[in-house]
């Protein structure tokens, strides 16, 4: 019976709530753009985007806990939290950048 072994790797908490800021802030703006291309789909996007962001982070939270090895959970979990603060690096320079902060100009 091994289609019972699943390989399921629990993220910790501090790390389903980075996953799930970004994808809001990813599906934030992308219906932006959405909505800019096509301004008759504000109202709809508007209305769900909580909705739809939630669901989708939700989504991705199982996806990658299910896709993680669970022979080797510690170091699964630090490739994950390495990803995750190289987003948060990026995402702070373009930020520096845009301030006009001296060394961060883009």
């Known amino acids: 019976m091994d289609f019972l072994n699943f390989n399921f790797v629990p993220l910790p908490d501090a790390s389903r709530l980075a996953i799930t800021a970004i994808v809001i802030s990813v599906v934030g703006l992308a219906f932006a753009k959405i909505g800019e291309l096509l301004p008759w789909t504000i109202p709809f996007l508007s209305k769900y985007k909580e909705?739809?962001?939630l669901s989708l982070a939700a989504a991705l939270i199982g996806l990658i806990e299910n896709a993680l090895p669970s022979a080797y959970p510690d170091i699964s979990l630090l490739v994950v939290?390495?990803?995750l603060a190289v987003l948060a690096a990026i995402g702070l320079f373009k930020v520096l950048?845009?301030?006009?902060v001296k060394g961060f100009r883009a």
């Open 97 to 100: 950048g845009k301030a006009g």
């Open 51 to 53: 909705e739809i962001s």
């Open 81 to 83: 939290e390495l990803v």
